[in-house]
């Protein structure tokens, strides 16, 4: 009997995982996501964002795209006293608005996922990063200008929450002029 309740159980759980899937942008089209994006808001359940967090500040962000399809993604953030630059190169699915990558510093893979955007004002992301056995989630949100309207923000946090990330997990990068021209 307790066996079988277990193994209801872990069906139950693995019915919840798969109805969670999060959902891509319709219709997506990478052409119009190239240049230059400012990052607005980060949520991250990893212990790393929560003790690195509170230092964190707006970056700019460039996505290229490369002769095979895919995109690089560039992003220019303050570090205490200078700039500091990341590039990734986001590798295409078969899903359209969905990107694999792994991180040549830490060896994490990225599964990474737009969730929406209009192209021309905002993009929110969606990624699972896994290093060895664990697995963390981190939701991003980017806009073409510094300042966004309050409704993206609220769009933003209640995204990072529908998706089990908490109030402390959620932040709004601080605007800065620091590295706004490096990129």
């Not at 230092?55 to 002769?67: G, Q």
């Not at 993206?152 to 997990?169: H, P």
Request: hydrophobic share 35%; charged share 25%; proline share 4%.
């Amino acid at each position: 009997m307790r066996i079988l309740l277990a193994l209801s159980l872990v069906a139950i759980c693995c019915s919840l995982w798969v109805g969670a899937e999060v959902l891509i942008q319709p219709d997506f089209q990478k052409e119009k996501v190239l240049g230059k994006w400012y990052g607005i808001g980060l949520a991250s359940n990893s212990n790393w964002f929560q003790g690195k967090k509170n230092h964190m500040k707006m970056c700019t962000t460039i996505i290229t795209p490369t002769a095979d399809g895919n995109m690089e993604v560039t992003a220019t953030f303050p570090k205490m006293d200078r700039c500091e630059k990341k590039t990734m190169t986001y590798i295409k699915t078969e899903q359209p608005g969905r990107f694999r990558a792994k991180s040549p510093r830490y060896g994490s893979e990225h599964d990474m996922r737009v969730v929406e955007t209009n192209y021309d004002e905002f993009i929110l992301m969606y990624t699972l990063k896994t290093k060895g056995p664990e697995t963390n989630q981190i939701v991003s949100l980017f806009a073409r200008d510094k300042d966004v309207r309050p409704e993206l923000l609220d769009k933003f946090q209640s995204f990072a929450k529908a998706q089990g990330l908490t109030d402390e997990n959620i932040l709004i990068l601080p605007h800065t002029d620091q590295c706004m021209t490096e990129a």
